[in-house]
């Protein structure tokens, strides 16, 4: 639960602790994001390269289709490699594999990285049977844009110069990533919940949020996408009842003074929000907290790339755990 007790007034709180029923699934799935096999089909390779290539006089007509430069940055991205690095290891696969097709050189994937336009990640869950949005945490975090490292920094007692971009995701309860945005870190949080929302079709049932988002712009936001949707964010603590304020929030704020935090958060699922938690630092543990590109254009477009890679991950498998004690 994010609001434990405090350990101070010398309440003895046990760690939780859960099991995990499906391990040798999941064990699975862990070695299997980490497996270098590939395989193209043929629609895949005539996709490769762009059919169609009209010299018009404006300049050679594009020779790689966006499916071949999105593929490439995904494999840059999992395994954290430069650009010349990525494609030498790619054509290294090609070659392997004896596949008429090579890698776009490296200037190519630079490039063209801002020109794809992807508006929402990738690879979440469609094909389910039941494949509404009925929940959905929103949470963010910082992804270092340029910085000396933190030894070179002790060692030489240099300034830290580092340069932050926030990260805003948007993640259902089944951990796919539905939507994220990237922004400096001088804005807020509150004013992404809207772009988050409008990158999510499906109507919301449930939404939580951490204590940064109790503004009446997220409110109004939610109420605009999904009317009917419950919204669980904990109030200001000097937080007091409003004729203008959303019915959410003062519903929020009346059972809180009733109940107390902790039961609030216990009957209201506060705790879902731990789902947009353990994205970030998924994003963070497999991907790294580092932007590989320089400008923010491009870095947007590679913050969704990665939100589409660590959903492709999500698909191989997830735990299921229950609470044990």
Not at 41 to 59: L, M, V
Not at 162 to 181: D, M, Q
């Amino acid at each position: 639960m994010p609001n434990k007790y405090p350990e101070k007034k010398g309440w003895d709180v046990p760690k939780q602790k859960y099991k995990v029923s499906n391990w040798s699934d999941y064990n699975e799935s862990l070695r299997l994001r980490g497996d270098i096999s590939i395989w193209l089909s043929d629609n895949a390779i005539g996709d490769w390269y762009e059919k169609d290539r009209i010299y018009d006089g404006t300049g050679t007509p594009l020779l790689f289709s966006d499916f071949a430069i999105l593929t490439c940055h995904e494999i840059r991205q999992v395994y954290r490699l430069p650009l010349r690095q990525c494609q030498g290891f790619i054509n290294s696969l090609f070659k392997t594999k004896k596949l008429p097709i090579v890698c776009p050189d490296y200037s190519t994937l630079s490039k063209r990285l801002m020109e794809l336009k992807i508006t929402s990640p990738k690879y979440t869950k469609k094909d389910s049977p039941d494949d509404t949005v009925h929940a959905i945490a929103i949470d963010s975090t910082g992804l270092k844009r340029f910085g000396r490292g933190e030894w070179h920094q002790e060692k030489y007692e240099l300034s830290n110069k580092a340069s932050w971009r926030k990260l805003h995701v948007g993640v259902n309860e089944t951990h796919y990533i539905e939507a994220c945005t990237l922004t400096d870190r001088f804005h807020s949080d509150e004013y992404q919940v809207s772009p988050l929302l409008d990158q999510i079709d499906q109507d919301i049932d449930h939404l939580t949020a951490d204590g940064a988002y109790d503004k009446s712009s997220v409110y109004d936001a939610i109420s605009s996408h999904s009317p009917d949707a419950e919204v669980v964010i904990p109030p200001r603590e000097d937080a007091v009842f409003g004729d203008a304020a959303s019915q959410w929030r003062n519903r929020n704020l009346l059972e809180i003074k009733t109940h107390g935090r902790m039961q609030w958060q216990k009957q209201r699922h506060y705790g879902q929000r731990n789902y947009s938690e353990l994205a970030v630092q998924r994003y963070q543990k497999i991907l790294g907290d580092t932007m590989h590109a320089r400008d923010l254009t491009r870095q947007k477009q590679e913050a969704m790339i990665g939100c589409g890679v660590i959903n492709k991950m999500t698909s191989l498998g997830m735990p299921q755990s229950h609470r044990s004690a």
